[in-house]
Antibody, heavy 119, light 109 residues
Framework: QVQLQESGPGLLKPSDTLSLTCAVS?????????WGWIRQPPGKGLEWLGY???????YYNPSLKSRVTMSIDTPKNQFSLKLTSVTAVDTAVYYC????????????WGQGALVTVSS | EIVLTQSPGTLSLSPGERATLSCRAS???????LAWYQQKPGQAPRLLIY???SRATGIPDRFSGSGSGTDFTLTINRLEPEDFAVYYC??????????FGPGTKVDIK
């Protein structure tokens, strides 16, 4: 079945840019899905960051829109997240997940990548 | 933005009992785009229910979802030891498109 795997630096300094990649296996990133990012601060709830379609269309959470950029690398079958000017409040586990077009749910999810922002 | 409120915050039950979790939306959720997830410590959320009442692939039939408009319920019949976890509801459709509820923790009494 389809699997997603996040990767990227686990420790950043304030003002750095967070960069994460999600590798997709057993499915084509060019299939009719949206590919999304959700984060979860330690001990807290889930926050949707945005999602991207292979066509390049994107939707971002307005609360982060000015800092978020998502992209797709079709040959590598992966998609990426960039979050600029990070602070301690951006410390979280970052999940990537798949959302079928025309539906609202995410399934499956990657295992998550902890990103800590600390000076 | 549609705000989702989940109640109770914590539900303490014994194995074999029924759990009833509530998710209330501040506005009507379009086309019943309401999903439920289960999350265990150290794990990613797992989709249980989508479209308010459809079970995801591989989800046991003791899990059921119901509701429409602004009021939704997740019911877990005959709690198994592996069902003790945190449950989140999530809606899709309004602006911003995706919001999650704060979660309900089901723990062992």
């Amino acid at each position: 079945q389809v699997q997603l795997q996040e990767s990227g630096p686990g420790l950043l300094k304030p003002s750095d840019t967070l960069s994460l990649t999600c590798a997709v296996s057993n499915d084509s990133i060019s299939s009719n899905y949206w590919w999304g990012w959700i984060r979860q601060p330690p001990g807290k709830g889930l926050e949707w960051l945005g999602y991207i379609h292979y066509s390049g269309s994107t939707y971002y959470n307005p609360s982060l829109k000015s800092r978020v950029t998502m992209s797709i690398d079709t040959p590598k079958n992966q998609f990426s997240l960039k979050l600029t000017s990070v602070t301690a409040v951006d410390t979280a586990v970052y999940y990537c997940a798949r959302k079928p077009a025309g539906t609202g749910q995410f399934d499956p999810w990657g295992q998550g990548a902890l990103v800590t922002v600390s000076s | 933005e549609i705000v989702l409120t989940q109640s109770p915050g914590t539900l303490s039950l014994s194995p074999g009992e029924r759990a009833t979790l509530s998710c209330r939306a501040s506005q009507s959720v379009s086309s019943n785009y309401l999903a439920w997830y289960q999350q265990k410590p150290g794990q990613a959320p797992r989709l249980l229910i989508y479209g308010a009442s459809s079970r995801a692939t591989g989800i046991p039939d003791r899990f059921s979802g119901s509701g429409s408009g602004t009021d939704f319920t997740l019911t877990i019949n005959r709690l198994e030891p592996e069902d003790f976890a945190v449950y989140y509801c999530q809606q899709y459709g309004s602006s911003p498109p995706i919001t999650f509820g704060p979660g309900t923790k089901v723990d062992i009494k």
